[in-house]
């Protein structure tokens, strides 16, 4: 089995002033959405090597609640390009690996979103060859999605592969490491999407609806709880 090749930075050091309160900590389906997201992307990922999160605002009553180490599900002797997006319910799999989840502290964190990318790819840069960023409000993205995120990047692994909803291009995205230096170069608020629609060309896209609602309120998190 190739060796998995792609690096998850979670983006989880804003302070969310609009949520009033501390959105990496809320509870959704008996998780914090910090944790979730960490579920989410890693459940069966067979493509991921180290996953990575990003810390600003409110540090110390967050580091605590991760959950030190996740499990990830491995198949051998199969190829990765012939792995289906796994289902939990039946995963293919036949051994296990356990991993520490690492933790960065981004100093400059309340400059904003695109300050925090570019200091966490400045850390990781000599470490990694593609990276899956995510975001921890958005709850309804699913263990699928980001499985079938990571199959894309495998299998075109000089592209930009963005998650897609009626808003265009959005995260999670996958970058190879050809574009780190300009993650570098991001500043303040701006994200990654700049970066997106300057290489639209070298982007495929995964349609994904759930991309497109995000938590930004306690009322949004109200909303996307299931009844």
């Not at 400059?111 to 570019?118: A, D, F, I, L, P």
């Amino acid at each position: 089995m190739a060796t998995p090749f792609i690096d998850v930075l979670i983006l989880s050091a804003g302070q969310s002033s609009r949520f009033k309160g501390i959105k990496q900590l809320a509870k959704f389906e008996g998780q914090t959405l910090l944790n979730r997201t960490i579920t989410q992307v890693s459940l069966g990922n067979v493509y991921l090597n180290q996953c990575h999160v990003v810390l600003g605002a409110n540090a110390e009553q967050i580091a605590p609640t991760i959950a030190p180490t996740i499990t990830r599900t491995i198949t051998p002797n199969i190829a990765l390009t012939d792995i289906p997006a796994i289902n939990p319910e039946n995963p293919v799999t036949t051994a296990s690996l356990t991993q520490s989840i690492n933790l960065l502290f981004n100093p400059s964190w309340e400059k904003g979103m695109g300050e925090t990318v570019s200091y966490s790819i400045q850390q990781l840069k000599n470490s990694m060859s593609s990276v899956l960023i995510c975001l921890v409000d958005q709850p309804l993205i699913t263990n699928k999605h980001y499985v079938a995120l990571c199959k894309l990047a495998y299998v075109n692994p000089d592209k930009i592969i963005a998650s897609q909803s009626a808003k265009g291009f959005v995260a999670p995205v996958i970058f190879p490491s050809l574009y780190f230096d300009e993650l570098i170069q991001l500043a303040g608020d701006q994200g990654a999407k700049k970066l997106i629609q300057q290489h639209a060309q070298s982007v495929i896209g995964l349609h994904c609806p759930e991309a497109l609602l995000d938590v930004d309120t306690q009322h949004d998190l109200a909303r996307y709880i299931p009844k």
